[in-house]
């Protein structure tokens, strides 16, 4: 443990490095520039409250800010994922030149998307005071989901990136995939209007259980069950231990098929 350790600070100014990279390309020649990841959310959130809102008649109290809210963290785990899937791939003369550690690229991707996380959290709290909703103590647990929601992403980044090099298929069937499980969580809809047998369908999803916690938080002044939270442990170590297994024993393979 000790030389992984020794060898993640050894690497970490390039960590850093490929992070500021990642957001500039992804800003480069934008004249608002990082300012995106405050307006991307808001944009969205106002034009989907206003459409669902009077499309659906939805029976949620302050919708603007529940649709928020679950676009906040879904986009987060759809971002993350999605970029840190062609990590590899699109560091492949680097990785063909020279040794550097392959998880590397795959953090950076995931580690670039909190910091649009963080950026679209600020937009969350800001809509919250201009809207004047209450803020209540229990928003300092925010970061146990996010955290919880980060480890899984990167967990399913490294099985993606690891699956995607061999299978490059993989990049557009995710792309459908990702789509289909935003409609399996309740980021537009309350779990009140579904029935009994798509509430277990959508329970399931454990993207589901992240969002409920952060709104239970956010915007329900609770603090959400233990049973919520050792599933939430549970599910993120989980797919961390996977993604870690999965991508060590392809790791050296990879530059066959690059």
Not at 18 to 33: C, H, M, N, P, T
Not at 204 to 209: R, S
Not at 235 to 253: H, W
Request: hydrophobic letters at 55%; a positive charge.
């Amino acid at each position: 443990m000790s030389t992984y350790i020794k060898n993640f600070l050894k690497f970490r100014p390039l960590l850093n490095e490929l992070v500021a990279r990642d957001i500039k390309i992804k800003y480069r020649r934008s004249v608002l520039g990082v300012l995106w990841t405050l307006l991307n959310p808001l944009l969205m959130m106002v034009v989907l409250s206003v459409v669902f809102s009077n499309l659906f008649k939805f029976d949620v109290e302050n919708f603007p800010i529940y649709l928020l809210s679950g676009q906040v963290m879904f986009t987060f785990y759809s971002d993350s994922t999605t970029s840190a899937m062609s990590s590899i791939l699109g560091s492949a003369s680097l990785i063909k030149k020279v040794y550097v550690p392959k998880y590397l690229f795959v953090l950076s991707r995931v580690c670039s998307s909190v910091i649009n996380l963080l950026a679209s959290f600020s937009a969350l709290i800001l809509v919250m005071l201009a809207m004047r909703t209450e803020l209540h103590y229990t928003i300092f647990l925010a970061f146990i989901p996010i955290l919880l929601l980060v480890i899984f992403s990167l967990g399913v980044g490294l099985l993606l990136s690891a699956i995607t090099v061999k299978f490059r298929d993989i990049m557009h069937l995710y792309s459908v995939f990702v789509t289909a499980l935003m409609y399996l969580t309740p980021v537009i809809y309350p779990m009140s209007i579904l029935p009994d047998w798509m509430v277990a369908v959508v329970s399931a999803n454990p993207l589901t259980n992240y969002l409920t916690m952060f709104r239970d938080v956010m915007l329900n002044n609770t603090v959400f069950g233990m049973g919520s939270l050792v599933i939430g442990i549970i599910e993120a170590v989980g797919a961390l231990a996977i993604g870690l297994y999965v991508f060590y024993k392809s790791q050296d393979s990879f530059i066959l098929n690059l």
